[in-house]
DNA sequence: AGTCAAGATAGATATATGTCGAAACAGGAG
DNA sequence: CTCCTGTTTCGACATATATCTATCTTGACT
């Protein structure tokens, strides 16, 4: 039961997420934090290796220069890189940034059901 | 070489999310797009299978009410859940959804690295 | 009842973010 | 060199978000 002033029950855990690696977290989740961002994302991972700028503002019912804004958050937040290779500008994913950020989402334990 | 006007090279992936999918997980991205609240969701999965509101607030430097606003956001994306007992609050993960937002972040290939 | 403590809610305010149009920049073609 | 197209940058504005203080709700204990 209860009692301390403290603390009620079990103690933060050491695996915890420290304040330094939660503030990085934070700001690539919040480059994932928009729907247009997230579906840029998705594009540009399912493309084969990578896609033009070209072939993605199009699907958006946004201006081009949103998009372009957009593209640097992702760009920004090492979620995407990209080339240009003359007119057209081509970006890819960066696999171990999209696996780090997903490591933070992982439960430590197989938690029971409740 | 690229040369229509709609598209430049190849075309969108069907595996591509979706405008409601990409809606969906941009608010619970949106969740997890804040420093406090990224190291409350770690405190509250490594604990071991719930924690108390009390032996979180005191591990930041914000007020009461601004932890328990932070809570309400986890809540509302579906990402924790929480129950009264007594005097005090305790709150748990919800891993079903932990582990959906984290299959988001997966790339459907394996990329050769560039 | 009356009191106290833990959390949640409400309202206010400062800052951050998404969006646009206009302008700058980069490269290819005439 | 000059024009045209794709993309980024800049400045402005409307909306969203994080935080606070004050207040309310719930439950325990005397």
């Known amino acids: 039961m ?3 002033s403290s603390g009620c029950c079990a103690p933060i855990s050491d695996a915890a997420l420290d304040a330094a690696g939660a503030a990085e977290g934070a700001t690539v989740f919040k480059a994932l934090a928009d729907p247009i961002r997230l579906r840029l994302l998705s594009m540009i991972t399912s493309a084969g290796d990578e896609i033009c700028v ?3 503002t199009p699907q958006f019912d946004v201006s081009g220069p949103t998009i372009s804004h957009h593209l640097k958050v992702l760009r920004e937040a090492g ?17 171990e940034r999209l696996q780090w950020i997903s490591s933070l989402l992982a439960v430590p334990e197989p938690i029971p059901a409740r």
Chains 1, 2 share one sequence.
């Open 79 to 95: 979620l995407v890189d990209c080339e240009r290779r003359g007119t057209w500008v081509y970006y890819w994913p960066v696999p």
């Open 2 to 4: 209860p009692v301390s």
């Open 54 to 56: 070209c072939d993605l």
